[in-house]
Nanobody
Framework: QVQLVESGGGLVQAGGSLRLSCAAS????????MGWYRQAPGKQRELVAA???????NYADSVKGRFTISRDNAKNTVYLQMNSLKPEDTAVYYC??????????????WGQGTQVTVSS
C-alpha cells in the first residue's frame, strides 16, 4: 500500500507564493519520478512539473521561471515552490508518483488533490 499526502495549498493574492509538498509512504522500493498536475474547472488535467530519480526536471511552459520542483529522496518527498502566482494558476493540484513497490511492480499513484486559489 502506497499513500501520497499533499499539503500547502490555500488562498493567496496574485503575485504571492505557495509551497506544496507531497510525501510518499508505504511499501516503496524505489521512485522513478514524482510530479505535480493541476486541473481547473472545465479544463483538462495538465502536467505542471516533474522530477525524475536522476534529478531531471520538466515544466509546463506556463510556469517556467515561476515554479520550481525539488525533491528529498530520503523522505520520498517532492516540493513545488510557486512564485509570482497568477489567477490562472487556480486549480486543484495533484501529486503523482511513478514508483516500484516492494512486490516488484511499477505503478502510478495519485494524491487526493489540494486546492490552490489565486485572487486578483
Amino acid at each position: 500500500q502506497v499513500q501520497l499526502v499533499e499539503s500547502g495549498g490555500g488562498l493567496v493574492q496574485a503575485g504571492g507564493s505557495l509551497r506544496l509538498s507531497c510525501a510518499a509512504s508505504g511499501s516503496i522500493f524505489s521512485i522513478n519520478a514524482m510530479g505535480w498536475y493541476r486541473q481547473a474547472p472545465g479544463k483538462q488535467r495538465e502536467l505542471v512539473a516533474a522530477i525524475t530519480s536522476g534529478g531531471s526536471t520538466n515544466y509546463a511552459d506556463s510556469v517556467k521561471g515561476r515554479f520550481t520542483i525539488s525533491r528529498d529522496n530520503a523522505k520520498n518527498t517532492v516540493y513545488l515552490q510557486m512564485n509570482s502566482l497568477k489567477p490562472e494558476d487556480t486549480a486543484v493540484y495533484y501529486c503523482n508518483a511513478n514508483l516500484r513497490v516492494v512486490a516488484g511492480r511499477e505503478y502510478d499513484y495519485w494524491g487526493q488533490g489540494t486546492q490552490v486559489t489565486v485572487s486578483s
